[in-house]
Nanobody, 123 residues
């Protein structure tokens, strides 16, 4: 069982940066691929980024490529999402997810979810 807790959300202005963290419980964090998703009001949850257990592989949604960076520190059981050049359309609740299969992070179903953290970008 893995529990995920996201932190780092907040209210920022367009063009600002924000770094989200996802802290995982358990002693096998490195076995899991980690992903970030987001859901804006009235919209479906969408994939943002994924990173493999050993950080060798990453993938991003086209909408965030070049602006967001996913990373992880297995010693701290933490995954991160560095968000730069934020836009109002990035406003959403951001969720992290964990799965032993890298492909399942992108395509589903994902094994574990956090409770989400709100990111609001004002124009």
């Amino acid at each position: 069982q893995v529990q995920l807790v996201e932190t780092g959300g907040g209210l920022v202005q367009a063009g600002d940066s924000l770094k989200l963290s996802c802290i995982a419980s358990g002693r096998t964090f490195s076995r899991y691929a980690m992903g970030w998703f987001r859901q804006a009001p009235g919209k479906e949850r969408e994939f943002v980024a994924v990173i493999s257990g050993g950080s060798a592989a990453t993938s991003y949604a086209d909408s965030v490529k070049g602006r967001f960076t996913i990373s992880r520190d297995n010693a701290k059981n933490t995954a991160y999402l560095q968000m730069n050049s934020l836009r109002p359309e990035d406003s959403a609740v951001y969720y992290c997810a964990a799965d032993v299969r890298y492909g399942d992070i992108v395509n589903g179903p994902q094994d574990y979810w956090g409770q989400g953290t709100q990111v609001t970008v004002s124009s």
